[in-house]
Nanobody
Framework: QVQLVESGGGLVQTGGSLRLSCVVS????????MGWYRQAPGKQRELVAD???????NYGDSVKGRFTISRDNAKNTVYLQMNSLNSEDTAVYYC??????????????WGQGTQVTVSS
């Protein structure tokens, strides 16, 4: 069984920073692309950033220059450093990973989500 566990969310003031972490565990052969998505109330889930196993990255337009995604392949962990936060960043943040599991199946897995709230 594969699990993704996020941490690091919370309440922060406008202009502040947070760092999210997501650890993948379970019967895994390889973790491919890892990423962060977010969903604000009344809105669709959107891509924040993702990162391939070799390190190439992709960012949503609204976070470019403020957020940085990184990963530690040895720890099966992905991070999201969020700087210059504003109220529009308030959302539930979800970790997603494309995983080749021990049964030889490649599939997308999601974490349970972590709340980020930015107050003015």
């Amino acid at each position: 069984q594969v699990q993704l566990v996020e941490s690091g969310g919370g309440l922060v003031q406008t202009g502040g920073s947070l760092r999210l972490s997501c650890v993948v565990s379970g019967r895994i052969f390889r973790v491919n692309v890892m990423g962060w998505y977010r969903q604000a109330p009344g809105k669709q889930r959107e891509l924040v950033a993702d990162i391939a196993s070799r390190g190439s990255t992709n960012y949503g337009d609204s976070v470019k220059g403020r957020f940085t995604i990184s990963r530690d392949n040895a720890k099966n962990t992905v991070y999201l450093q969020m700087n210059s936060l504003n109220s529009e960043d308030t959302a539930v943040y979800y970790c997603k990973a494309n995983i080749w599991n021990s049964r030889g199946i490649v599939d997308d897995y999601w974490g349970q989500g972590t709340q980020v709230t930015v107050s003015s």
